[in-house]
């Protein structure tokens, strides 16, 4: 299913909406009037292939101005969904800890994330957040899921 376009206001129709990265890359990580968008996507790229590996994960949701109709966007916001039951007491090895860790992924992707486990009330929790639109109650905005 198609990435939907965006609403007059510039922002994705309110829910959670499923895409492959390439789609994502396609839509939103191309050349408008400056090179942001590319950028910010190779990004996201190497983000999404180093959390792939770790095999925690069973999504990856999208926000930030990245996915609204802005030309210049300033970030990727994200929500890394984990596979349900996952042990956060675990040791983690130090590439895992890179893609779990707020502090690491700011540091090392430029990007800002939140954790939430598969089909919880948290995850939930987080999404409605992502969806507000700030100084706009009268409107929310959609997301971009990508599964790995």
Same mark, same amino acid.
Not at 125 to 132: A, D, L, N, T, V
């Given at each position: ?14 829910? *959670?909406?499923?895409?492959?990265? @390439? ?24 983000? *999404? ?12 949701? *999208?926000?930030?101005?990245? *996915? ?14 984990? @596979? ?6 675990? #040791?983690?090895? #130090? ?45 929310? @905005? ?7």
């Amino acid at each position: 299913m198609p990435i939907p376009s965006l609403t007059a206001e510039g922002y994705l129709p309110d829910g *959670v909406h499923d895409c492959t990265l @390439k789609e994502l890359g396609e839509r939103f990580g191309v050349f408008q009037r400056s090179d942001v968008r590319c950028r910010l996507f190779r990004r996201l790229e190497a983000f *999404v292939q180093d959390a792939a590996a770790t095999g925690f994960l069973t999504a990856i949701i *999208v926000d930030g101005s990245f *996915v609204t109709g802005t030309d210049a966007p300033n970030d990727i916001d994200l929500i890394l969904v984990l @596979k349900s039951g996952h042990d956060f007491t675990a #040791p983690t090895r #130090p590439f895992e800890y890179n893609i779990l860790s707020r502090q690491q992924v700011r540091r090392l992707y430029r990007l800002d994330m939140l954790v939430g486990e598969e089909a919880s009330a948290e995850l939930e929790r987080q999404i409605q957040f992502f969806g507000q639109v700030r100084e706009r109650n009268d409107i929310r @905005k959609g997301l971009l899921r990508v599964r790995l």
